[in-house]
């Protein structure tokens, strides 16, 4: 029996299947009548405004298949008990560890302060020439850097070992203590008693009414003087008036952002003048790695009962 597969135009479409009726979509708007007698609905660039709608009008769907990480805003929109959600976890692992590290170099290595400079002219003589390799203040490289990731999932897995190579002593934060790909896990219950030895955060914390807030103006105020905060989670989980504060006072060394609370960024949010802030439009992802691969095997799937890849529910 051929199934018909809802396919966001943003992406190139797999190898035509004699049992899969491939309709392309336009990711951007409402879907078209004729299309909401689908069996699958491929997610990917979807405005989350859009979600529910397709909820309530695909009659028909048994696999909803999402190729980000995270899916809160499938689990939300409100899909019946008896649709089949998965994510696109993995798909993102070496981008997303990718972008944050590049995010974590810059404020080390001070490329937000050069390039300021650069742009006025200046020869940044304070960062020039010699320099002492673990000076007092936050740190200038990651050769003995303590960086805690907190949310140590496949994102994490792949990024660790990467800040490993560069000399950074790596742990990582979960919901249960343990090790995970050779690195020391701690508890989230734990996460208090680790903040004031971290000279790096990452946050890869997934969206969630536990997650929201969880870096408040008491965990920022856990951390040294001299830490950096990076988060490519979501922004939800960081309080951003906290962390602006925290800024303002010098006491957080700097802080990278991927993720907001409201996106795009409003005009008037204090984090674009936030002092020692470098600020990414949500640009650490956006180009799922096997994403054909992953949806051909959950299809798969959908047709024996068995064999699920990243089954939400």
Same mark, same amino acid.
């Given at each position: 029996?051929?199934?018909?597969?809802?396919?966001?135009?943003?992406?190139?479409?797999?190898?035509?299947?004699?049992?899969?009726?491939?309709?392309?979509?336009?990711?951007?708007?409402?879907?078209?009548?004729? %299309?909401?007698?689908?069996?699958?609905?491929?997610?990917?660039?979807?405005?989350?405004?859009?979600?529910?709608?397709?909820?309530?009008?695909?009659?028909?769907?048994?696999?909803? *298949?999402?190729?980000?990480?995270?899916?809160? %805003?499938?689990? +939300?929109?409100?899909?019946?008990?008896?649709?089949?959600?998965?994510?696109?976890?993995?798909?993102?692992?070496?981008?997303?560890?990718?972008?944050?590290?590049?995010?974590?170099?810059? =404020?080390?290595?001070?490329?937000?302060?050069?390039?300021?400079? *650069?742009?006025?002219?200046?020869?940044?003589?304070?960062?020039?020439?010699?320099?002492?390799? $673990?000076?007092?203040? !936050?740190?200038?490289?990651?050769?003995?850097? &303590?960086?805690?990731?907190?949310?140590?999932?496949?994102?994490?897995?792949?990024?660790?070992?990467?800040?490993?190579?560069?000399?950074?002593?790596?742990?990582?934060?979960?919901?249960?203590?343990?090790?995970?790909?050779?690195?020391?896990?701690?508890?989230?219950?734990?996460?208090?008693?680790?903040?004031?030895?971290?000279?790096?955060?990452?946050?890869?914390? !997934? /969206?969630?009414?536990?997650?929201? $807030?969880?870096?408040?103006?008491?965990?920022?105020?856990?951390? !040294?003087?001299?830490?950096?905060?990076?988060?490519? /989670?979501?922004?939800?989980?960081? +309080?951003?008036?906290? =962390?602006?504060?925290? =800024?303002?006072?010098?006491?957080?060394?700097?802080?990278?952002? +991927?993720?907001?609370?409201?996106?795009?960024?409003?005009? +008037?949010?204090?984090?674009?003048?936030? !002092?020692?802030?470098?600020?990414?439009?949500?640009?650490?992802?956006?180009?799922?790695?096997?994403?054909?691969?992953?949806? *051909? *095997? &959950?299809?798969?799937?959908?047709?024996?009962?068995?064999?699920?890849?990243?089954?939400?529910?």
């Amino acid at each position: 029996m051929t199934m018909c597969v809802l396919w966001p135009d943003v992406l190139p479409s797999p190898t035509p299947d004699d049992e899969v009726d491939l309709v392309v979509y336009d990711a951007a708007s409402p879907l078209p009548e004729s %299309a909401c007698d689908a069996d699958v609905f491929v997610v990917w660039a979807r405005p989350g405004h859009l979600l529910p709608d397709d909820a309530r009008r695909l009659r028909s769907v048994r696999l909803v *298949q999402g190729l980000m990480a995270g899916t809160d %805003a499938l689990v +939300d929109a409100g899909f019946g008990d008896d649709v089949t959600l998965c994510s696109g976890v993995g798909l993102h692992d070496a981008t997303v560890s990718e972008h944050t590290l590049a995010l974590i170099l810059a =404020l080390v290595r001070r490329l937000p302060t050069l390039v300021d400079a *650069q742009r006025e002219s200046e020869w940044c003589s304070d960062l020039a020439g010699h320099q002492p390799l $673990h000076p007092e203040g !936050p740190v200038t490289t990651l050769l003995d850097a &303590n960086v805690l990731v907190w949310g140590f999932g496949s994102i994490a897995t792949t990024l660790a070992p990467m800040l490993a190579a560069l000399g950074a002593h790596v742990r990582g934060v979960a919901r249960s203590a343990g090790e995970r790909a050779g690195f020391e896990v701690v508890s989230a219950d734990d996460v208090d008693a680790v903040l004031p030895e971290t000279d790096v955060l990452v946050s890869l914390l !997934p /969206g969630t009414p536990e997650t929201r $807030h969880v870096l408040d103006a008491r965990r920022l105020a856990l951390l !040294p003087d001299r830490a950096f905060v990076v988060n490519v /989670g979501r922004g939800s989980v960081l +309080d951003e008036e906290a =962390l602006v504060a925290a =800024l303002e006072a010098g006491t957080l060394g700097g802080a990278a952002l +991927d993720v907001m609370e409201t996106e795009p960024l409003p005009e +008037d949010s204090p984090l674009w003048t936030a !002092p020692r802030t470098l600020l990414t439009p949500h640009c650490a992802g956006g180009r799922p790695v096997g994403y054909a691969d992953l949806v *051909q *095997q &959950n299809l798969a799937a959908l047709r024996t009962g068995e064999g699920w890849r990243n089954r939400v529910r």
